[in-house]
């Protein structure tokens, strides 16, 4: 249920009201149309008309038109113009979105994406007709394993969560290939939370490994808990806490010595491009998340794609099949690899996405990646270090490209929802809350953020402190400016209203 449109007159006295960012119209086309209006003019049709009856049957057939809204297409345009702007996207707000590196898309890279070499291929075209298309893909590929400092990569997989399971996959394959059956995935606790999943769908156990105060991996506790039945560790470094881990090194030999695997989730690779590779500290295999580190389209549950780089030893099982190049110059796919784990994808995988990775790598060059990385890391660390005096900061810094701070504002009821909620009205997306600690919000202000929107942001924050102290009827009710208000958001997943009546 919402909040009452009539304020208390000491929340009001606080709330920008902001009426004109969500303009008050009519919210469904029934309400904006009349009978007879049209929005399309068709020609007349130049075919033999034919009866409905003799062409589909009876028991398709309704008994009446359906109630469709009959409106005019200026009306249509404006309502889905009103609609667009109700609703929150990155290219209008700031999302501090923590883990899930909410940056800009270039526009090139949609237009690249676009071109109607690309965009009309067919997947079973012959070889010949798609040399260019091929070519891209093993430039991309090429591109991904010198990122990684790894000799090979599969581009199938078709999300970063396919690509942990592929990766396990490639690994398991491995084992087996040396006549050893290992059945425990080790994980630190601040590893990304797809990664036990991950290991339940490759039938493997998940252990997880303790963090110390720092955020950083209990090596005491890894030594502990890794034996001769080890597949494998998951690790995310920087973690989802913000922190690189410096130990990486040593993890990589502890987890070797045991005859193990070291696997690194690549989801915060947004930190470390251009300065440090996984495979030159030791990783075995990893996954990138194009959509996050190489700015492809992100949200509402695709598309995505999480391709998977690997060490020498397991070049020989990864997913057939393989695009290449051949001595001859051209290019082509490869399956002749009798120890592949097979297909993990039909066709070759989310080709537009990796076409749009493929333009922002190349138009960045290994200079420009690297300062993805730096301004990435420093403006996390510049909104930490301005907003430490009234948040607290439950892992030290410095932090990688994102941090993890605690509204804690004792007997004023105030939660971390309510500071999410509150947010919105200062036109700022909610960041991610109560993970991986409880009651916390991460927060990732990503490389392609002003230091107006940096500071918008800061500013937001401490007003909101402010409010905290003051007045946190404020802020516990909010928000107040957006078209929706607070809502019974457990009614609403239990017993969604989906479905438009007129008024009495």
Same mark, same amino acid.
């Given at each position: 249920?919402?909040?009452?449109?009539?304020?208390?007159?000491?929340?009001?006295?606080?709330?920008?009201?902001?009426?004109?960012?969500?303009?008050?119209?009519?919210?469904?086309?029934?309400?904006?149309?009349?009978?007879?209006?049209?929005?399309?003019?068709?020609?007349?049709?130049?075919?033999?008309?034919?009866?409905?009856?003799?062409?589909?049957?009876?028991?398709?057939?309704?008994?009446?038109?359906?109630?469709?809204?009959?409106?005019?297409?200026?009306?249509?345009?404006?309502?889905?113009?009103?609609?667009?702007?109700?609703?929150?996207?990155?290219?209008?707000?700031?999302?501090?979105?923590?883990?899930?590196?909410?940056?800009?898309?270039?526009?090139? *890279?949609?237009?690249?994406?676009?071109?109607?070499?690309?965009?009309?291929?067919?997947?079973?075209?012959?070889?010949?007709?798609?040399?260019?298309?091929?070519?891209?893909?093993?430039?991309?590929?090429?591109?991904?394993?010198?990122?990684?400092?790894?000799?090979?990569?599969?581009?199938?997989?078709?999300?970063?969560?396919?690509?942990?399971?592929?990766?396990?996959?490639?690994?398991?394959?491995?084992?087996?290939?040396?006549?050893?059956?290992?059945?425990?995935?080790?994980?630190?606790?601040?590893?990304?939370?797809?990664?036990?999943?991950?290991?339940?769908?490759?039938?493997?156990?998940?252990?997880?490994?303790?963090?110390?105060?720092?955020?950083?991996?209990?090596?005491?506790?890894?030594?502990?808990?890794?034996?001769?039945?080890?597949?494998?560790?998951?690790?995310?470094?920087?973690?989802?806490?913000?922190?690189?881990?410096?130990?990486?090194?040593?993890?990589?030999?502890?987890?070797?010595?045991?005859?193990?695997?070291?696997?690194?989730?690549?989801?915060?690779? *947004?930190?470390?491009?251009?300065?440090?590779?996984?495979?030159?500290?030791?990783?075995?295999?990893?996954?990138?998340?194009?959509?996050?580190?190489?700015?492809?389209?992100?949200?509402?549950?695709?598309?995505?794609?999480?391709?998977?780089?690997?060490?020498?030893?397991?070049?020989?099982?990864?997913?057939?099949?393989?695009?290449?190049?051949?001595?001859?110059?051209?290019?082509?796919?490869?399956?002749?690899?009798?120890?592949?784990?097979?297909?993990?994808?039909?066709?070759?995988?989310?080709?537009?996405?990796?076409?749009?990775?493929?333009?922002?790598?190349?138009?960045?060059?290994?200079?420009?990646?690297?300062?993805?990385?730096?301004?990435?890391?420093?403006?996390?660390?510049?909104?930490?270090?301005?907003?430490?005096?009234?948040?607290?900061?439950?892992?030290?810094?410095?932090?990688?490209?994102?941090?993890?701070?605690?509204?804690?504002?004792?007997?004023?009821?105030?939660?971390?929802?309510?500071?999410?909620?509150?947010?919105?009205?200062?036109?700022?997306?909610?960041?991610?809350?109560?993970?991986?600690?409880?009651?916390?919000?991460?927060?990732?202000?990503?490389?392609?953020?002003?230091?107006?929107?940096?500071?918008?942001?800061?500013?937001?924050?401490?007003?909101?402190?402010?409010?905290?102290?003051?007045?946190?009827?404020?802020?516990?009710?909010?928000?107040?400016?957006?078209?929706?208000?607070?809502?019974?958001?457990?009614?609403?997943?239990?017993?969604?209203?989906?479905?438009?009546?007129?008024?009495?």
């Amino acid at each position: 249920m919402s909040t009452a449109n009539t304020l208390e007159p000491n929340v009001a006295s606080h709330v920008a009201m902001g009426s004109t960012r969500f303009p008050l119209q009519p919210s469904v086309l029934f309400e904006l149309g009349s009978r007879g209006l049209c929005g399309a003019s068709l020609p007349a049709s130049d075919v033999p008309r034919l009866r409905r009856e003799d062409v589909v049957p009876a028991e398709l057939l309704a008994d009446q038109p359906p109630p469709l809204p009959e409106i005019g297409e200026l009306d249509v345009v404006r309502h889905y113009k009103r609609l667009s702007h109700r609703c929150f996207s990155v290219d209008e707000n700031f999302y501090p979105l923590g883990s899930c590196t909410m940056k800009y898309n270039p526009r090139v *890279n949609e237009r690249v994406a676009g071109l109607e070499g690309f965009a009309h291929l067919h997947p079973y075209q012959d070889e010949g007709d798609v040399q260019g298309m091929l070519e891209l893909l093993f430039r991309l590929r090429s591109d991904l394993a010198e990122i990684a400092g790894l000799p090979e990569v599969t581009l199938q997989p078709a999300a970063g969560a396919h690509g942990e399971m592929t990766a396990l996959m490639v690994i398991n394959a491995y084992h087996r290939s040396r006549g050893e059956h290992r059945t425990v995935v080790l994980a630190p606790d601040s590893a990304h939370g797809t990664n036990p999943a991950s290991c339940t769908s490759c039938g493997a156990t998940h252990v997880s490994v303790r963090s110390k105060e720092d955020g950083r991996v209990d090596m005491d506790d890894l030594r502990a808990k890794v034996d001769a039945n080890t597949a494998a560790l998951m690790i995310t470094n920087p973690n989802t806490v913000g922190v690189f881990d410096e130990q990486i090194a040593d993890i990589a030999k502890v987890i070797h010595a045991a005859g193990a695997q070291l696997y690194l989730d690549g989801a915060n690779m *947004n930190a470390i491009l251009g300065i440090t590779r996984p495979g030159d500290f030791g990783v075995d295999c990893m996954h990138f998340n194009t959509h996050k580190t190489f700015s492809t389209p992100h949200g509402g549950g695709g598309p995505g794609a999480g391709p998977v780089a690997v060490a020498e030893h397991l070049r020989p099982f990864l997913p057939v099949p393989q695009v290449i190049q051949r001595k001859d110059g051209t290019f082509g796919w490869c399956d002749d690899r009798p120890a592949s784990i097979g297909k993990v994808r039909s066709f070759y995988g989310q080709i537009g996405v990796l076409v749009r990775a493929y333009t922002y790598i190349r138009s960045l060059g290994h200079d420009g990646l690297r300062d993805v990385a730096q301004k990435a890391v420093l403006a996390s660390n510049y909104v930490a270090a301005k907003l430490k005096h009234r948040y607290s900061m439950p892992f030290p810094p410095p932090y990688a490209h994102e941090f993890i701070m605690v509204p804690r504002f004792d007997n004023s009821g105030v939660t971390e929802h309510d500071v999410a909620k509150r947010l919105i009205d200062h036109g700022i997306h909610p960041p991610t809350m109560s993970w991986p600690i409880h009651h916390c919000l991460m927060i990732e202000p990503t490389e392609t953020e002003s230091i107006h929107t940096l500071n918008h942001f800061v500013d937001a924050m401490l007003s909101i402190a402010d409010e905290i102290e003051q007045n946190p009827d404020v802020v516990r009710t909010a928000p107040h400016t957006a078209p929706v208000k607070r809502l019974d958001e457990v009614g609403a997943t239990r017993k969604p209203y989906v479905r438009w009546k007129p008024a009495d």
